[in-house]
């Protein structure tokens, strides 16, 4: 039974807001310079370029679509889906940035997959108290076999027992 832990809302900010926002901030970039009597300079017009695009380059252009297949990750960035064995997991984190959709999960892997030795994934909405870990990264250790990080040394060797690695693409 598969099952998404990433948000449904993942294409809008990789295939829509991605597209949209860049074309939109150069377009405003080139109008502030190219405006007669503007008082734009060239170094600021870029300026406020890089000011918007960098978070939206960062953030959503990393993001993946997750799903739990049985004993398996099944990740895609739109473009390419790979099926990861959930042995090759070495660590899940979630990491928070001023609220931005406030939580990032990033599933730290053995062996490089294609998508390299980390994804991100912006998880389904939790209802918790602000700063409350998301029950998924739980999952995701469990499924792994990992030990929670509080109680261990993180010997990697120990957590990982087989050497499987990412297979193909679908």
């Known amino acids: 039974m598969a099952r998404l832990i990433s948000t449904s809302v993942t294409v809008i900010y990789k ?10 901030f150069s377009l405003c970039t080139i ?5 007669e009597g503007s008082r734009w300079s060239f170094f600021k017009s870029w ?15 990393p993001l993946k679509e997750v799903i739990i297949e049985g004993n398996q990750l099944v990740v895609s960035n739109f ?22 959709y406030s939580r990032f999960v990033r599933i730290h892997f053995k062996n490089p997959t294609v998508f390299g030795d980390k994804i991100s994934f912006i998880p389904k909405m939790y209802l918790s108290a602000i700063g409350n870990q998301h029950p998924i990264v739980d999952e995701l250790r469990q499924l792994a076999r990992l030990s929670d990080p509080q109680d261990s040394d993180k010997d990697d060797e120990t957590r990982v027992t087989s050497e499987d690695n990412t297979l193909g693409p679908d």
């Open 79 to 100: 473009v390419k889906k790979v099926r990861i064995n959930a042995s090759n997991i070495v660590d899940v984190t979630q990491r928070y940035w001023c609220g931005f």
């Open 31 to 35: 109008l502030l310079i190219t405006q």
């Open 15 to 24: 295939l829509i807001f991605v597209p949209i926002g860049i074309s939109f």
């Open 47 to 61: 300026v406020f370029l890089a000011l918007w695009n960098v978070p939206v380059l960062l953030f959503c252009l």
